[in-house]
C-alpha cells in the first residue's frame, strides 16, 4: 500500500493497494487549518483501510507520497512534514510527487480524457494562478508534463493559454498522488527533488544586522 498525502491547495490523504485501487481518500477544503487537519485525515484514512495482512489487503505499507507542490509556502511545509515524520516512524520511503502531476492523472484518467495538450490550472492566492501544461502519459504511465509549472497573473490567463482547454483544481486527491507515486516506484523514476515548489518566496525575512550608532 502507499500512503499519498497533499496540501497544496486543501489537505488531503489517500490509501492505494499495490494493485493502484483507493482504498481510502479523505480530505478537507481550505488554505488554512493544514495543522489542524492533517493528523485527523491519517487516522481517517488508516481506521477506513482493511488492516494489515488481512485477507482483502495482504501487502503492507511500502511507501508515502508528498505532494510537494506548487502551493504556499506554510500549507505545503505542514503536509510535507506530516509525510515525512509518517514514514519515519513506520522505516519506509518517502516519494516526492508533483502535486499537478496528481490532478493531470485524476483528469486523463476521467470519463473523458483529453485528446490533446491541457492545463492544470491551481489558484495560487495574490491574484496569480499556477499553469502546468500536460499532453498525455509517458511510457511509466505518469502524466507528461510539457511546459513546466509557471506562475500567471489572473487576469493574463486567456492571453497565455489562448484555446488550450485548461482544467481549474480546487482539490489534489491523496490517492491520486500515490498513484502517481506508484508509478514512479515501479519505472525506478525521480519526479521530483525534496524541495518544495513554492514558485514565490516567503514572506519571511532573515532580519539584516541593526545599525551602528555612531558615539
Not at 109 to 136: M, N, S
Request: aromatic letters at 2%; hydrophobic letters at 45%; proline letters at 7%.
Amino acid at each position: 500500500m502507499i500512503l499519498g498525502v497533499d496540501t497544496s491547495l486543501g489537505s488531503a490523504v489517500g490509501l492505494i493497494g499495490r494493485d493502484g485501487r483507493t482504498l481510502a481518500d479523505v480530505a478537507q477544503a481550505g488554505h488554512l487549518g493544514h495543522a489542524e487537519a492533517i493528523g485527523s485525515l491519517l487516522e481517517q484514512v488508516l481506521a477506513a483501510a482493511p488492516a494489515e495482512g488481512s485477507e482483502e489487503v495482504p501487502d503492507p505499507l511500502t511507501h508515502v507520497a508528498a505532494g510537494m507542490g506548487p502551493g504556499p509556502f506554510t500549507g505545503l511545509r505542514i503536509g510535507i512534514a506530516a509525510a515525512r515524520a509518517f514514514a519515519l516512524g513506520r522505516g519506509i520511503p518517502v516519494i516526492a510527487v508533483p502535486s499537478h502531476h496528481a490532478a493531470a492523472l485524476a483528469v486523463i484518467e476521467g470519463e473523458h480524457p483529453p485528446q490533446h495538450p491541457f492545463a492544470i490550472l491551481t489558484d495560487a492566492r495574490r491574484r496569480e494562478t499556477a499553469v502546468t501544461v500536460y499532453e498525455g502519459i509517458d511510457v511509466d504511465g505518469i502524466p507528461h508534463a510539457v511546459v513546466d509549472t509557471v506562475l500567471v497573473p489572473q487576469g493574463d490567463v486567456d492571453r497565455k493559454l489562448g484555446a488550450l482547454r485548461r482544467f481549474e483544481v480546487a482539490a489534489i486527491s491523496g490517492a491520486a498522488v500515490a498513484r502517481v507515486a506508484r508509478r514512479a516506484v515501479a519505472a525506478g523514476r525521480t519526479l521530483t527533488g525534496s524541495e518544495p515548489l513554492y514558485l514565490r518566496a516567503p514572506d519571511a525575512r532573515v532580519p539584516s544586522a541593526p545599525k551602528r550608532v555612531g558615539s
